[in-house]
Nanobody
Framework: QLQLVESGGGLVQPGGSLTLSCTAP???????IGWIRQAPGKEREGVSC????????NYADSVKGRFTISRDDTRNTVYLQMNSLKPDDTAVYYC???WGCGYYPSVDYDYWGQGTQVTVSS
């Protein structure tokens, strides 16, 4: 059982930045890791996904050019750097693990974290 823990959420003003982290006590390097968000009253949205090994990345159109996903397998950690944040980015952000990012954004994730709240407001 892979245990994922998100951190780094919080309250930020529009235009600000946050970096989310997704860590696990187990080795992550075999897994593709994605970030998914859900805002109240909205459908879940696949924000980004990074493959294992090569580290190919995918992004939702809504975050391209503003968010960057990266991984440090020596630390069993995946990051989501979020810049130029907008109120529409307000959501609970989850990280999840899968065997690949195929069919992104409709990735079949096997393991999920508990989520971290990101609120963008002045």
């Amino acid at each position: 059982q892979l245990q994922l823990v998100e951190s780094g959420g919080g309250l930020v003003q529009p235009g600000g930045s946050l970096t989310l982290s997704c860590t696990a006590p187990q080795i992550l390097d075999l897994y593709a890791i994605g970030w998914i968000r859900q805002a109240p009253g909205k459908e879940r949205e696949g924000v980004s996904c990074i493959t294992s090994s090569v580290g190919n990345t995918n992004y939702a159109d809504s975050v391209k050019g503003r968010f960057t996903i990266s991984r440090d397998d020596t630390r069993n950690t995946v990051y989501l750097q979020m810049n130029s944040l907008k109120p529409d980015d307000t959501a609970v952000y989850y990280c999840a693990a899968a065997w690949g990012c195929g069919y992104y954004p409709s990735v079949d994730y096997d393991y999920w974290g508990q989520g971290t709240q990101v609120t963008v407001s002045s």
